[in-house]
């Protein structure tokens, strides 16, 4: 069952990933942002749980791209994979409740600037992700 609670955010987010994509800049953002081809791509609200999203996530191959508006319409992305156990001593690690939304955790890998590594209570693998820039200044010219 859906929660129809995000299906609006969710589908706001597709359709700004629709424009960013339809554009040179936009795809030239994915590729700076070692976006491949064929690469699963979920959207998401900003106050949706990491749980939720790593869930939807999981049916996925790793990486998978994460597309989250926020209320004021902000287009944020961000990768997400399982984290690799040879590296992860050298990721930031954060930890997670239940309730914490997708947003806090792109705002989290956004100010640290890096790779960060998250384990939400006993839900699965870490999961490691990398907050990408801010998609809107390129949207704002499309």
Partial sequence: ????????????????????????????????????????????????????????????????????????????????????PAIKSHIKSMSAGSSATIGMMYDACAQQGKRATVKIGDWGPDASATALPSASRILANA
């Fill in 1 to 84: 069952m859906i929660n129809n609670e995000y299906l609006a955010a969710r589908f706001k987010a597709a359709s700004l990933v629709g424009r960013l994509m339809a554009t040179p800049e936009g795809r030239k953002y994915f590729q700076e942002n070692n976006y491949k081809s064929g690469q699963a791509l979920i959207t998401a609200d900003y106050a949706e749980t990491i749980s939720s999203v790593l869930h939807r996530a999981s049916r996925h191959s790793a990486p998978v791209t994460v597309a989250i508006v926020r209320e004021d319409g902000e287009l944020l992305m961000m990768s997400m994979e399982p984290t690799d």
